[in-house]
């Protein structure tokens, strides 16, 4: 069976520091991931997809995550946290139909 | 273009009422796909229409749940005899074919007193 698991439901973080989310899969075949996010009261939007080919993936907003088989994770990092990125973000895995984790909340400090 | 749209945005229904949400999908697209989204869970797969059959409905809890989509394009999922428990955000996305990327809808929230 496919599934994910991002650790930890909520993450603070100061204005320019840098955000960490993690999410483990467990899948039987080669993943598809994807980083969605979800501002409230707003539907989800991708960030970013890892397929196949480079494990060093770029989205949007800055953000950026690594696909690494050794470690089953696809974990999602940006540099410098904006205000603007106060969100719930949720790591999916495709096998046509996706599979999501809990979700991990994001609030941005001043 | 337009993306996913849904309707109505918030239901609120008596329990063992019957209700309708609609989704249109962004035109052109095959795949329609529903999900249930409950208070601080993550969406959870209900049912996957290719054009007009339903591909996989596995994710659809019991036999009050049916979804249609009969020409290939708008879906209705169908909630009968509702409890309490059904109520969640209902999510619709819809993507090129299964292989692409799914975009999604804002949601329905439905709440059943």
């Known amino acids: 069976a496919q599934s994910v698991t991002q650790l930890g439901s909520h993450v603070s973080v100061s204005e320019g520091a840098l955000v960490l989310l993690r999410c483990n899969y467990s899948s039987s075949v080669p993943p598809y991931l994807f980083w969605y996010v979800q501002y409230p009261n707003q539907g989800l939007q991708l960030l970013l997809k890892y397929t196949t080919g480079a494990t060093l993936v770029k989205g949007i907003n800055g953000f950026e995550a690594e696909f690494k088989k050794s470690e089953t994770s696809f974990h999602l990092t940006k540099p410098s946290a904006h205000m603007s990125d106060a969100a719930e973000y949720f790591c999916?895995?495709?096998?046509?139909?996706?599979?999501f984790g809990a979700g991990t909340t994001v609030t941005v400090r001043a | 273009g337009a993306g996913v749209s849904q309707t109505p945005s918030n239901k609120v229904t008596e329990k063992g009422k019957y209700v309708e949400l609609r989704c249109d999908p962004i035109?052109?697209?095959?795949?329609l796909y529903w999900y249930r989204q409950s208070l601080g869970q993550g969406p959870e797969f209900l049912i996957y229409f290719q054009g007009t059959g339903a591909a996989d409905d596995s994710g659809l809890p019991n036999d009050r749940f049916f979804a249609v989509r009969p020409e290939g394009s708008v879906s209705t999922l169908k909630i009968q005899r509702t409890e309490r428990g059904d109520s969640a955000v209902y999510l619709c996305a819809s993507s090129l074919d299964a292989a692409n990327e799914q975009f999604f809808g804002p949601g329905t929230r439905l709440t059943v007193l």
């Open positions: 999916a895995l495709n096998d046509y139909k996706l599979s």
């Open positions: 035109s052109g697209h095959t795949a």
